[in-house]
């Protein structure tokens, strides 16, 4: 077996110790994940959760060289299709990618999110999304090959051998004995808060260089990100996206690609680790990925902020021609999470009927929704809003 095949070519899978810059930043990480999670009246922040995987899938499609407007893809949540079947194709892809997340939110704001790096998460993670999509779908041509996609199964085959650009993937035959390690040197029980942040960054690399599905890994690798993010304390309910991060970089969108393929460099002589791969390349990689992560976190805390979320709100009201009234009702279920349908007379100030005309206005553009048809109204956050209410969040 040649060094290519044998899974401790992995190494170094984390840093033996950490560089001063990468404990910094995982320790700002930490604390303004911690902010982020406190800002927002809980039942406002599950609304808001809502708008991020739509972002989130936006930016992890996006990535792929899939164009799906946020518009689009929130009609496909409301089962509401374009015409053409490339259109349509897209918008399924992005409800898949949707309904996992939001599993995966669930299960951890339920206490039950297991180890993501468990060898039955990832697989999961890989059958849910491809489950999902219909089977022409699942068909793909790759490098001169027409493949099926077996949801949730690695590479095992010769005829899903890849190559990644100049990167060249373990065989199929020996995909299972890599996975089968890096689920043992990723599994976050063992580690201390610091080393679990790391951790996101140095699997995330990992998990693509062994490339263990034939498709898809790009998507599980972000939605894998995602969850070790909740399972490590910086999740934020799910309040921010990796995805967004990667792909608009720091210096630019070319970044994520740079930086995977950095990490990817040999080891560059008696100094650098004792790995088959860069110590010096995957610190790098690391550094740059929590940098992305802070810049994530910091942007959504300013988007989030309660003033300015609330002039915003002010002029979302504005251009409906809502009037105070709109504006104050949406403030106040910005600040207590929930409005019972009743008070919204005393709210407004308004008499009885015309407080109901407004607030069938407000429902009417999904401003404010309830989960049942005479339950309490909270406020929501259509992607037909966000340009209003959250400047840059999409290009």
């Known amino acids: 077996m040649t060094l290519l095949e044998v899974p401790a070519r992995l190494e170094p899978c984390l840093p033996g110790t950490l560089e001063p810059e990468v404990a910094d930043l995982a320790a700002a990480l930490s604390s303004a994940a911690g902010k982020l999670e406190g800002r927002l009246h809980p039942v406002t922040a599950a609304s808001l959760a809502d708008l991020v995987r739509v972002m989130n899938c936006y930016y992890s499609n996006l990535i792929e060289g899939h164009k799906t407007r946020p518009r689009d893809i929130e009609l496909a949540l409301q089962e509401r299709y374009l015409e053409g079947e490339e259109k349509r194709n897209l918008q399924l892809e992005a409800v898949a990618h949707i309904k996992i997340q939001r599993r995966i939110d669930r299960m951890h704001a339920e206490g039950n999110l297991p180890d993501p790096v468990s060898d039955t998460f990832i697989r999961w993670l890989h059958e849910e999304f491809y489950r999902n999509l219909p089977p022409r779908m699942r068909r793909i041509e790759k490098q001169g090959r027409s493949l099926t996609i077996v ?233 037909t809003a966000a340009e209003t209410l959250f400047p840059n969040l999409f290009p």
Do not use: C
């Open 151 to 383: 949801p949730g199964e690695y590479r095992s085959r010769p005829a899903e051998d890849v190559s990644v650009g100049r990167h060249q993937p373990p065989s199929s035959i020996h995909v299972h004995d890599f996975m089968a390690y890096f689920t043992e040197h990723y599994a976050l029980a063992p580690m201390g808060k610091a080393m679990r942040i790391v951790s996101i960054a140095a699997a995330h690399h990992r998990f693509n260089f062994i490339h263990p599905f034939p498709d898809g890994n790009g998507r599980v690798s972000r939605l894998l990100s995602h969850a070790m993010a909740l399972h490590s304390g910086i999740g934020a309910h799910g309040l921010w996206s990796i995805s967004r991060g990667l792909a608009r970089g720091l210096e630019g969108p070319t970044d994520y690609m740079r930086m995977m393929d950095y990490a990817d460099m040999p080891r560059q002589g008696d100094l650098d680790g004792r790995g088959g791969l860069s110590l010096k390349a995957l610190n790098g990689f690391i550094a740059w990925f929590l940098k992305v992560s802070l810049d994530q976190i910091e942007f959504m805390q300013d988007l989030f902020a309660f003033d300015s979320l609330a002039t915003r709100l002010r002029r979302y009201s504005e251009q409906k021609a809502w009037g105070t009234e709109g504006f104050t009702l949406l403030e106040t279920a910005l600040i207590r999470g929930e409005i019972p349908r009743g008070d919204v007379p005393r709210i407004t100030g308004r008499k009885e009927r015309s407080a109901r005309l407004l607030l069938s206005s407000l429902t009417a553009d999904g401003i404010l929704a309830s989960d049942t048809p005479k339950g309490p109204v909270s406020i929501r956050f259509p992607a």
